[in-house]
């Protein structure tokens, strides 16, 4: 069946160094790609999303480029701030408005 | 876009009692999903929330613990019922809004519970 997989965490960052954190799919068609976060004590924010083939999706700063040919939608950010400390998932929606979820990278960004 | 308001934001509630969530969008959704987030465990799909008909459950969640409803189509419920301990978790709601938006799915900012 259609999975997510991230890279384990924690991350740790100094700030201002440059993120990635890994995300890879398996699916049987061309799902939409979606990285969520999740702040401390909070819900689930949109963070960036990209629908087909060689998009990227972009917002804060963060950028992730839809990868058909290696089935990856990997996370990155040129310079991290210490208010980037979240947990970070990836997800995909095949077909249905269903999300599959991966496990979740923590970031923890020190000044 | 989407505003999603859930209720209680965050309750302690005791072992064996029953308790309600409510989701309000503020516009009409065609189908509205619940999902659970144990701590420090990613989100898990437990049913969409069927506008004129039966919720339906993914597998490993029941109705019976589960009771799901969707008197409309900006409001839906959620009851987790005789809670132990392994239900102290996230209870996060999502919609697909019909608008510009696209295929963006949307979440309110949870429900946390926590069963003593």
């Known amino acids: 069946g259609d999975s997510v997989t991230q890279m384990e965490g924690p991350v740790t960052l100094s700030e201002e160094a440059f993120l990635t954190i890994n995300c890879t799919y398996t699916?049987?068609?061309?799902?939409?790609l979606f990285w969520y976060v999740q702040y401390p004590g909070e819900g689930l924010q949109l963070l960036l999303k990209?629908?087909?083939?060689?998009d990227k999706g972009s917002n804060k700063g963060f950028e992730a480029t839809y990868r058909k040919e290696t089935t990856s939608f990997h996370l990155e950010k040129g310079s991290v701030q210490v208010s980037d400390s979240a947990v970070y998932f990836c997800?995909?929606?095949?077909?249905?408005?269903?999300?599959?979820f991966g496990t979740g990278t923590r970031l923890q960004v020190f000044p | 876009s989407a505003v999603i308001s859930q209720k209680p934001s965050r309750d302690i509630c005791q072992r064996g009692t029953s308790l309600t969530i409510q989701c309000q969008v503020d516009?009409?959704?065609?189908?509205m999903f619940w999902y659970r987030q144990q701590p420090g465990q990613s989100l898990t799909l437990i049913a969409t929330?069927?506008?004129?008909?039966?919720?339906?459950?993914e597998s490993g969640f029941v109705i019976d613990k589960f009771p799901i409803s969707r008197p409309n189509l900006t409001f839906s419920t959620l009851t987790v019922s005789n809670m132990s301990p392994e239900d102290s978790s996230i209870y996060l709601c999502?919609?697909?809004?019909?608008?510009?938006?696209?295929?963006?799915?949307?979440f309110g900012e949870g429900s946390w519970l926590t069963v003593v």
């Open positions: 999502s919609v697909r809004p019909g608008d510009s938006s696209g295929n963006t799915i949307y």
């Open positions: 699916a049987t068609g061309y799902p939409s």
């Open positions: 990209a629908t087909k083939a060689d």
């Open positions: 997800a995909l929606r095949y077909n249905t408005d269903k999300l599959i």
């Open positions: 516009s009409q959704v065609t189908m």
């Open positions: 929330a069927n506008q004129g008909s039966e919720a339906t459950y």
